[in-house]
C-alpha cells in the first residue's frame, strides 16, 4: 500500500510499583516486588528494545516510568540486594540443573532458566552497569521510546481535590524528579489509576504536560461528546490533549476468558518450586522463617481450568507468542481500515496501554508478544505505524475541544476502588496532614536549616502516605496488614514532624534516621505546597 499509514496503534506501558525499601532488615518480603518485576518484566524489556534498536528496526514504545519506581531504580541498597538476588537465582537454576540431571523432562527446563538468569545478570551487570533508569533514558534518546511520568507517589488525585495544593505537589513533584533523572520534561503523564476530574487539565498545563491517559468513558462521557469517540484524542480548555484506552485491543489481552496470556501453552504463574519442592531444597530462597513463597522457577504450563498441569515448552510459547502477535497486528490492520473510512480524514489513533509488570511478570512470554510485535509491524504492514501520544499530536495538532468526566480505570470507573468501607477510614488522617503541610508551607516562609529539613522530611511522608497502593491493597485484600501498616507510619511520621515544627523544637537524630529510611526525592522542595500568590 503507498502513501502514509491511515492510522496509529499507541503501545503504552505503565510502569509501576510502590515506594518500598527497609534498610532495617536484611531481607523484607515486600522488596520482591521489585526485585521479580526487574527480573521478569524490565530487563526482558529492555532486551527486547535493545536488541531491536540494535538491529536498525524502527518502533515507537511510550511508557510510564513512575517516579517511586525510577527513585527504586536508582538506589544502591536496593539495587545491590538485587544483584544479589539474581547471583541467588542464578546458583539456585544450577542446583536444578543438577537435580533434574535424571529427568529429561525436567533437565531442559532447568537449562532454560540458567541459561536465562544467566543471560539477565550478564545484562544488568555488563550492558546496563547496574543503572536501568539510564538504560531507558538512552532508548529516548535514541527515538525509541516516549517516557511519561506519573503522579510522585501513584497518589488517587480525585480524592485530593478539597486541597489543590496537594493536587499540585503530586504533579510538580514527579515532573521535576523526570527531568532529574531523564534530563528532560515529560511531554505526558500518566494519571495515577487513570483518575481525572475536570480542573485537574489546568494543574497538568501549569506543569506544561500536553497528555494524559483516561479510561474510555473518560472520553465517550466527555462534554460535548467527542465526535470520535476514543479513537482521536480531545483538548482539554486549558490545553492538555486526553488519550483514552481503546476497549477491543484491551480486550485481547485482558480478558480472563479469551485474552492471549490465557492460552494453555503458555507458563503457569501460580506454579511455582518455592511452593512445589521440598523446603530443604528451597530454604535458602524463600523466607527466612522458612515460610514458602515464589522463587521465579516454573514448570507447568497452564494447561487448562483444572489443577492438572502438564510440563512447560518454552518453544511452543514463542511460537504462540509470534501467532498471537500476528493476530493483534491482523485485528489493528481491520480496526484501523475501518476506522479511517468512517472519521472523515482523521487519521485513528488505537490506545492500547496495560501494565508493564503484565508483560513478562504475569505473562511470562509477554516480552516474546512486544518483540515479534514490533518486527511484524516494522516488516509486513503498512496500514498502521506504532506511535506514541507526543507523535499523534505532533502530526496531527487540531483536534476537538471537550472536558473528561471524573474517571478511573478502576473496577466500576470511578472512584469506589479507593473509597470504599475497606480502605475510607485513611481519608480523614491524609486530609488532616495535607492541611497541616499546606499551613506549614504558608506559616514558614523563613525556616532554619533544621526546619527546612523536617518541612520537605514532612512533604515526603505526605506524599509516601497518598500512594493509591495502599488503599488498593486493602479493598483486594492482598497484603493488607503491610498496607495498612504503611499508611499508619507515613502519617504517624508526619504528625511528629508537624508537632516539632509548631513547637520549633527539632529532634534532629530521629529526623536524620527518617530521612535514610524514607529518602525518596531528595531535591524536594516542601514550598511545593504553598498556595499560590
Known amino acids: 500500500m503507498a502513501g502514509a499509514p491511515l492510522g496509529y496503534v499507541a503501545l503504552h506501558l505503565h510502569a509501576h510499583l510502590p515506594f518500598v525499601r527497609h534498610p532495617e532488615h536484611d531481607q523484607f518480603l515486600e522488596e520482591d516486588w521489585l526485585y521479580e518485576a526487574i527480573t521478569e518484566t524490565y530487563l526482558p524489556l529492555l532486551r527486547v528494545f535493545d536488541r531491536a534498536a540494535d538491529e536498525g528496526i524502527p518502533f515507537r514504545v511510550s511508557l510510564t516510568m513512575s517516579p517511586p519506581l525510577v527513585a527504586m531504580l536508582r538506589d544502591d541498597l536496593l539495587m545491590g540486594r538485587y544483584a544479589r538476588r539474581l547471583d541467588g537465582l542464578c546458583e539456585l537454576a544450577g542446583r536444578e540443573v543438577h537435580r533434574t540431571r535424571h529427568e529429561p523432562a525436567f533437565a531442559g527446563l532447568a537449562r532454560h532458566y540458567l541459561q536465562e538468569f544467566s543471560a539477565l545478570?550478564?545484562?544488568?551487570?555488563?550492558?546496563?552497569?547496574?543503572?536501568?533508569?539510564?538504560?531507558?533514558?538512552r532508548l529516548e534518546e535514541a527515538g525509541r521510546l516516549e517516557l511519561a511520568t506519573c503522579g510522585a507517589t501513584h497518589g488517587f488525585l480525585p480524592l485530593m481535590q478539597p486541597y489543590p495544593e496537594a493536587v499540585r505537589a503530586q504533579i510538580a513533584v514527579a515532573v521535576t524528579h523526570h527531568r532529574r533523572h531523564f534530563g528532560k520534561d515529560p511531554v505526558g503523564i500518566w494519571l495515577p489509576e487513570c483518575g481525572f476530574f475536570p480542573g485537574l487539565e489546568r494543574v497538568l498545563a501549569e506543569q506544561n504536560l500536553?497528555?494524559?491517559?483516561?479510561?474510555?468513558?473518560?472520553?465517550?462521557?466527555?462534554?460535548?461528546?467527542?465526535?470520535?469517540g476514543v479513537y482521536a484524542p480531545i483538548y482539554t480548555p486549558a490545553g492538555p490533549a486526553a488519550f483514552a484506552r481503546d476497549p477491543e485491543s484491551s480486550l485481547q489481552?485482558?480478558?480472563?476468558?479469551?485474552?492471549?496470556?490465557?492460552?494453555?501453552?503458555?507458563?503457569?504463574?501460580?506454579?511455582?518450586?518455592?511452593?512445589?519442592?521440598?523446603?530443604?531444597?528451597?530454604?535458602?530462597?524463600?523466607?527466612?522463617?522458612?515460610?514458602?513463597?515464589?522463587?521465579?522457577?516454573?514448570?507447568?504450563?497452564?494447561?487448562?481450568?483444572?489443577?492438572?498441569k502438564?510440563?512447560?515448552?518454552?518453544?511452543?510459547?514463542?511460537?504462540?507468542?509470534?501467532?498471537?502477535?500476528?493476530?493483534?497486528?491482523?485485528?489493528?490492520?481491520?480496526?484501523?481500515?475501518?476506522?479511517?473510512?468512517?472519521?472523515?480524514?482523521?487519521?485513528?489513533?488505537?490506545?492500547?496501554?496495560y501494565d508493564a509488570e503484565l508483560y513478562g511478570h504475569w505473562w511470562y512470554e509477554g516480552p516474546l508478544f512486544i518483540d515479534q510485535l514490533i518486527r511484524k509491524v516494522a516488516r509486513d504492514q503498512q496500514v498502521f505505524r506504532l506511535g506514541t501520544p507526543g507523535d499523534y499530536l505532533r502530526e496531527?495538532?487540531?483536534?476537538?475541544?471537550?472536558?473528561?468526566?471524573?474517571?478511573?480505570?478502576?473496577?466500576?470507573?470511578?472512584?469506589?476502588?479507593?473509597?470504599?468501607?475497606?480502605?475510607?477510614?485513611?481519608?480523614?488522617?491524609?486530609?488532616?496532614?495535607?492541611?497541616r503541610m499546606i499551613a506549614l508551607a504558608r506559616d514558614l516562609r523563613e525556616p532554619t536549616p533544621l526546619e527546612r529539613r523536617a518541612l520537605d522530611q514532612a512533604a515526603r511522608e505526605l506524599l509516601l502516605a497518598q500512594s493509591s497502593d495502599w488503599a488498593f491493597i486493602m479493598k483486594t485484600g492482598t497484603m493488607v496488614e503491610y498496607a495498612i501498616r504503611r499508611t499508619k507510619e507515613h502519617v504517624l511520621r508526619f504528625t511528629r514532624l508537624?508537632?516539632?515544627?509548631?513547637?520549633?523544637?527539632?529532634?534532629?537524630?530521629?529526623?536524620?534516621h527518617v530521612e535514610g529510611k524514607d529518602n525518596i526525592f531528595p531535591e524536594i522542595d516542601y514550598r511545593v505546597y504553598q498556595p499560590p500568590a
Do not use: C
Open 121 to 137: 545478570r550478564t545484562l544488568f551487570h555488563d550492558r546496563y552497569r547496574g543503572d536501568l533508569v539510564g538504560a531507558f533514558r
Open 210 to 228: 500536553r497528555y494524559f491517559f483516561v479510561d474510555t468513558h473518560g472520553i465517550t462521557d466527555a462534554t460535548p461528546r467527542p465526535r470520535h
Open 253 to 308: 489481552v485482558w480478558s480472563a476468558e479469551s485474552g492471549y496470556p490465557g492460552d494453555p501453552d503458555y507458563r503457569e504463574f501460580y506454579r511455582d518450586i518455592g511452593w512445589d519442592l521440598d523446603l530443604e531444597h528451597v530454604r535458602d530462597h524463600v523466607q527466612p522463617s522458612g515460610a514458602r513463597k515464589n522463587v521465579g522457577i516454573k514448570y507447568f504450563r497452564i494447561t487448562g481450568r483444572t489443577a492438572h
Open 310 to 353: 502438564e510440563l512447560y515448552d518454552p518453544r511452543r510459547a514463542a511460537e504462540r507468542a509470534a501467532e498471537h502477535a500476528g493476530n493483534f497486528l491482523f485485528n489493528r490492520e481491520r480496526q484501523i481500515e475501518h476506522l479511517a473510512g468512517s472519521m472523515g480524514g482523521v487519521r485513528p489513533i488505537v490506545v492500547s496501554p
Open 396 to 435: 496531527n495538532p487540531e483536534q476537538q475541544i471537550a472536558t473528561p468526566p471524573l474517571s478511573s480505570w478502576g473496577a466500576g470507573g470511578y472512584a469506589g476502588v479507593w473509597l470504599d468501607g475497606s480502605n475510607d477510614w485513611i481519608y480523614r488522617h491524609l486530609h488532616v496532614a495535607a492541611e
Open 498 to 512: 508537624h508537632d516539632q515544627l509548631r513547637a520549633r523544637q527539632i529532634d534532629e537524630p530521629w529526623l536524620a
